[in-house]
Structure formats: C-alpha cells, structure tokens
Nanobody, 118 residues
Framework: QVQLVESGGGLVQAGGSLRLSCVVS????????MGWFRQAPGKQRESVAR???????SDAESVEGRFTISRNNASNTVYLQMNSLKVEDTAVYYC????????????WGQGTQVTVSS
C-alpha cells in the first residue's frame, strides 16, 4: 500500500510563504500524477494544483501566480511553494496520487495544517 506523508504546514502571517512537502513510498512515484488539495472548515475538499508525470502543471484560479507545484522523482517528493499567502488559504492541505490507470485521486496523506493570520 502506497503511503504519503505531508510536512511543512504551520502558522504564517498574511503575505508570508510556506513550502509543503509530500514524500511517497514505493518505486512507482515517477508515473503518478500528483496533486495538492485543501479543505477548510465547513467546506469541501478542493483541488489546488496538479503535476503530471511529465511535469505539466495546472493550478486553481484562486492560487495562480502565488502557488507553484513541483516534483523530484529522485526523492519521491512533491512540493507546493506557497507565496503571498492570504487568510483564505487557511486549510488542511493534502497530497494525493492519481495512478495512470485511474481517473481519480485514490491515495491521500494525513494532511498538514496551514493557518494564515491577518
């Protein structure tokens, strides 16, 4: 069973930056599409950014120009660099895996809390 472990969350003031990391177990990381998602209290989980196995990225409109997703296949790690953070970015952030044979993200980490204060 593949495992994902997120880290890097914390408390930051509005306008600040954080970098989230997600380390994935196993030997097949390079073929996965990876994604970062977030869930704020009382809201549904939403997609933040995705990166394909070839490195193509897509971002939610709400984070375009502020957040950058990247991956390092040598270390089985996906990152989310978050700049110019806003109070509304406060949420639990999760990384997820979409395997090549799946249409959905089927594997998730435990999440890391990001809190942005005004």
């Amino acid at each position: 069973q593949v495992q994902l472990v997120e880290s890097g969350g914390g408390l930051v003031q509005a306008g600040g930056s954080l970098r989230l990391s997600c380390v994935v177990s196993g030997r097949h990381f390079a073929v996965y599409t990876m994604g970062w998602f977030r869930q704020a209290p009382g809201k549904q989980r939403e997609s933040v950014a995705r990166i394909s196995r070839l490195g193509s990225t897509s971002d939610a409109e709400s984070v375009e120009g502020r957040f950058t997703i990247s991956r390092n296949n040598a270390s089985n790690t996906v990152y989310l660099q978050m700049n110019s953070l806003k109070v509304e970015d406060t949420a639990v952030y999760y990384c997820g895996i979409q395997k090549p044979e799946s249409r959905d993200f089927d594997y998730w980490g435990q999440g890391t809390q990001v809190t942005v204060s005004s």
